[in-house]
């Protein structure tokens, strides 16, 4: 029997019974034959789970939630950070009062145990898709923070995923969140007449002290050539590593990527984009020219698509309008309350035969639990990813060549432009490769 059988036989006994309704808390519905004294589901009924990355994210958020959910089992940890795994596997135990969790430095032993069904990725964005190819060609399913690193690395994801057909889910919330579901979902159903348009304002940075941009010496008990991985050599510095890697083009996007992941999705949903991307990308930006930062801040970017749409882009907030012939609707911040140019847009019920976006109230941790067993597309799939990081990494693109350009959706592909088509990928470094 493969892997894959294995993976397979041991959830098939829940696909009548999960929920996915597209605005139910997507939790699962289970006959009480699967469940054992304690009242959680028998150990053989659950999906069990390797963590990479346990960082403050990583342990904080997607550890603490998937233990919170009875039908997930977390066997298995890892960290290049030998203290940052501890403390998960400690957690873990502690959790489940026992000692079953075992803590890792290579997530190579994770991908290769066979009791494992999934993982969840929480690293730095460069390991983000060699992680999952890896864990999904060892017939695994995955679970993976955003962004992507490339636009190659983006179409090689989707394209495995589809091919293997490995249930993936791209980790952000924001699909759940009842204020961007509400936003796109009002403007999808022309309440606010033709959208023409999308204004997103995402946060700039400040990264690490000077000081912390000074080479020292690798920490004991970080493994930082595993930290490195496929980038490019450079020498160790604590303003580089954790969360300061973002700022820093040969490990991230800057925050154009780590919050255009969740602001600019819900631009392409409303839209009804999420599988193409725009024609036109113009954009600026400042580069810093000293110390170990490079990622673009004080952005301003213009992105025109097939239908008329325009979508601006500016650094300075967490802010997102949508601006119609007949009307508006926006909110201000992060989470912050919608509103809209009337009160007929604001309180507008979806009625049943109109449009209504796949969504689970339960988060993507929750979301993604429940597609392992009915093995349906989580609500944040790669494809959708792909497209989405295509258009922020062209914006960088156009931003680092100081030039408008033109992109052609279907091939994935900038127009008459050489030197803007070698910077959809990047080369890795040895042994690791796609």
């Known amino acids: 029997m493969t892997i894959t059988d294995v993976k397979i036989s041991r959830r098939n006994f829940l696909r009548g019974a999960t929920v996915l309704g597209v605005t139910a808390a997507c939790s699962t519905i289970l006959p009480s034959s699967v469940f054992g004294a304690d009242g959680k589901p028998l150990p053989s009924n659950r999906i069990t789970m390797g963590f990479i990355g346990t960082g403050s994210h990583g342990t904080g958020v997607n550890l603490r ?14 960290d290049v950070d030998r203290e940052h795994c501890r403390k998960a596997c400690e957690l873990t ?8 969790c075992k803590q890792y430095g290579d997530f190579r032993e994770i991908i290769e145990r066979k009791d494992i069904d999934a993982v969840m990725i929480s690293t730095p964005d460069h390991w983000h898709v060699p992680i999952s190819l890896m864990a999904m060609r060892a017939g695994k399913d995955v679970i993976c923070e955003k962004p992507t690193l490339t636009i190659e690395e983006g179409r090689v994801l989707s394209d495995t995923v589809k091919r293997l057909g490995a249930v993936f889910q791209t980790s952000t919330e924001d699909r759940s969140v009842v204020q961007y579901h509400r936003m796109a979902e009002l403007v999808r159903n022309g309440r606010i007449g033709k959208l023409h348009t999308v204004k997103v304002t995402l946060p700039n940075w400040s990264g690490a002290s000077p000081e912390m941009q000074k080479p020292v010496p690798v920490p004991e008990g970080f493994d930082y050539e595993m930290w490195l991985g496929p980038a490019p050599y450079a020498a160790y510095a604590p303003g580089r590593c954790h969360w300061h890697f973002r700022w820093i083009r040969d490990y991230s996007a800057g925050m154009l990527a780590d919050w255009g992941t969740h602001m600019v999705d819900t631009a392409q949903w409303a839209n009804n984009t999420e599988f193409t991307g725009p024609l036109e990308i113009d ?18 970017l213009e992105y025109t698509y097939a239908n008329g749409v325009k979508l601006l882009v500016d650094s300075g907030g967490t802010g ?9 609707v926006s909110n201000a911040s992060w989470r912050a309350p919608v509103e809209a140019s009337s009160r007929k847009i604001l309180e507008s019920v979806i009625r049943p035969e109109e449009t ?4 689970c ?25 792909h497209r989405l990081c295509t258009l922020l990494h062209a914006g960088n693109i156009a931003m680092l060549l100081g030039r408008k350009l033109h992109w052609n959706p279907e091939k994935e592909e900038f127009l008459n432009d050489v030197t803007a088509n070698q910077m959809r990928s990047r080369s890795m470094r040895a042994p690791w490769t796609l």
């Open 93 to 100: 135990n502690e959790h489940y009062k026992n000692s079953d």
């Open 65 to 78: 939630t998937f233990l919170q959910n009875a039908d997930a089992q977390v066997l298995a940890v890892c």
């Open 356 to 359: 209504h976006l796949y969504t």
């Open 320 to 328: 997102l309008r949508f601006e119609g012939t007949e009307g508006w």
């Open 361 to 385: 109230s339960g988060g993507e941790h929750r979301n993604f639990l429940d597609c392992v067993k009915s093995r349906r597309n989580p609500y944040f799939p790669a494809e959708i990813a």
């Open 283 to 300: 954009g600026k930006a400042e580069f810093p020219t000293e110390g170990i930062y490079n990622a673009a801040r004080n952005f301003h």
